[in-house]
């Protein structure tokens, strides 16, 4: 191999080393033993102090160092940590419970209002919080278990949504809600008890300017529907007005946003190994993403018949153009792999060459993201210099 030779290929191992995620010292490592070959090694591994390491399952395996590798899937296997805390997400509660246990005290309250005039919060409960996701935590200090790099699937696609709606909110549930808001803003203990006194009166007698006194009777008796439904009744608000006026209280119907919604991804890749040494490749890659998606033994008893369980590993998907990020394709927040199905006879029936191996096997790959994609991620990094999340 020549000197200019050898220092491209050195180049493009290198910077592909580093696009699936490896330090400096390793890819230079994986660069280094890989111009000594005629072709790329399909599995390699660099051992590490925290248990993690960088071998990469490539299938198909590359003829020589000047073929390119075109678009491909890097998936790279994490092991999930579980949060310090036990959860993720601490929240902090001051101005409610004193030193010793204590519920904060009326007089206590006042003198804090007394000693701060000008703050208008003074004397009450504040808290502090921080919600942080898994992907956020697990981005540093990953314990990393392997690469798998397969072909750009024959059918690429991304799918965004979110929750919204119908809701109904009427004028009697309004005066309702502005009878309590004014109960709660008064700053009494009992905020829920005059809330409800004012709701008995509201039920003597109302009065709603431009309506005639029979409306005004049946939206009386409408509020009162509320005591005879504690006898076991089902009666209504609207169905009194109808009967009695027929007419209906406005809804004001609206859609509201309600949620967020998690990303799946499934994808399917075909196998046909060319040789013993793919054939290895394929099923070292069937065997290891079976093994991560599956639970691990917990503590206690140490083995799968204990007590309790721990959570599979997680993986990052990237697509990858010649070894670099995708210029155009979607990235992904950090995926469990969900379901995993393998069918050994995608010829359409049962053939295998001499040593067993199927001549060619279809997997599907279910993967769901484990946290929602908002708003501001498409402005973060890990967005890319593509079509973003």
């Known amino acids: 191999m020549g000197q200019g030779s050898y220092s491209k290929t050195f180049t493009k191992d290198f910077n592909a080393a580093i696009s699936s995620g490896m330090s400096r010292g390793d890819a230079l490592k994986f660069a280094s033993s890989m111009v000594n070959n005629t072709g790329r090694s399909d599995v390699f591994q660099v051992s590490r102090g925290d248990g993690s390491s960088n071998q990469v399952l490539s299938y198909p395996i590359k003829r020589n160092n ?8 890097m998936i790279k296997c994490i092991q999930y940590r579980p949060p310090k805390n036990g959860s993720g997400l601490t929240m902090k509660i001051d101005n409610v419970f004193n030193t010793d246990g204590s519920t904060i005290t009326k007089d206590q309250v006042a003198a804090l209002k007394k000693a701060n005039p000008n703050d208008p919060n003074a004397g009450k409960p504040k808290f502090t919080h921080n919600f942080e996701d898994t992907n956020t935590r697990l981005k540093s200090n ?12 024959q059918e690429i696609n991304d799918s965004n949504s979110v929750t919204w709606g119908d809701d109904k909110l009427n004028a009697l549930q309004l005066a309702g809600l502005t009878l309590a808001q004014d109960a709660i803003a008064g700053g009494s203990e009992n905020a829920v ?118 959570s599979p590993d997680l993986f990052q998907l990237k697509y990858l153009h010649d070894g670099e990020d995708h210029p155009f394709l979607n990235t992904f927040k950090l995926c469990a792999l969900t379901g995993m199905q393998v069918n050994y006879t995608n010829a359409g ?41």
Request: charged letters at 15%.
């Open 66 to 73: 000047n073929e390119k590798t075109g678009d491909t899937l």
């Open 142 to 153: 990953q314990i990393i278990k392997y690469y798998v790099e397969l072909p750009a699937p």
């Open 193 to 310: 008890e005059m809330a409800q006194s004012a709701m008995a009166i509201l039920q003597r007698g109302i009065n709603i300017p431009g309506l005639t006194q029979d409306t005004q009777n049946a939206i009386k008796a409408s509020i009162s529907g509320a005591a005879i439904n504690a006898l076991g009744a089902n009666v209504s608000a609207g169905s009194i007005l109808s009967r009695s006026t027929g007419q209906i209280l406005n809804s004001n119907l609206e859609l509201l946003f309600q949620g967020v919604n998690l990303r799946t991804f499934p994808f399917t890749f075909t196998f046909s190994p060319r040789n013993s040494k793919e054939a290895d490749v394929v099923k070292a890659i069937i065997k290891s993403l079976k093994a991560s998606m599956s639970p691990k033994a917990g503590d206690y008893n140490g083995s799968a018949q204990g007590i309790f369980l721990k």
């Open 349 to 389: 029936t049962y053939a295998s060459y001499g040593d067993g191996t199927p001549v060619n096997i279809r997997m599907n790959l279910n993967f769901k993201e484990i946290n929602p994609i908002y708003h501001e991620d498409y402005s973060s990094d890990e967005a890319g210099s593509g079509v973003g999340f």
